[in-house]
Nanobody, 122 residues
């Protein structure tokens, strides 16, 4: 099995910064893509930022210029740096990855982390 473990969530004030991390573990051959989604209270889960093959990163319009996704391939870890946080950023943040497993046939799994709460007070 493959697991994603998120960390770094917490309570901050508006205007402050916070960095989340997500580490993948298991029999990993390759991670095709890795990124972040979030689900605010009473809303649907939405894309935050996704690091895809080829080095390109896509961001939601609401976080462009404030959030940055980065990857450490040697550690199978993705980070989400969040600056100038707003109360509207309050949500459960989820790590997501597409991973190729070291098994016969090299299956591809799409895996979610357990989520980490980020709360931004005004």
């Amino acid at each position: 099995q493959v697991q994603l473990v998120e960390s770094g969530g917490g309570l901050v004030q508006a205007g402050e910064s916070l960095t989340l991390s997500c580490a993948a573990s298991g029999s990993i051959l390759r991670i095709n893509r890795m990124g972040w989604y979030r689900q605010p209270p009473g809303k649907q889960r939405e894309l935050v930022g996704l690091d895809s093959s080829g080095g390109s990163t896509n961001y939601a319009d609401s976080v462009k210029g404030r959030f940055t996704v980065s990857r450490d391939n040697a550690k199978n870890t993705v980070y989400l740096q969040m600056n100038s946080l707003k109360p509207e950023d309050t949500a459960v943040y989820y790590c997501n990855a597409e991973i190729v497993i070291i098994r016969q046939g090299f299956p591809v799994y799409v895996t979610w982390g357990q989520g980490t709460q980020v709360t931004v007070s005004s």
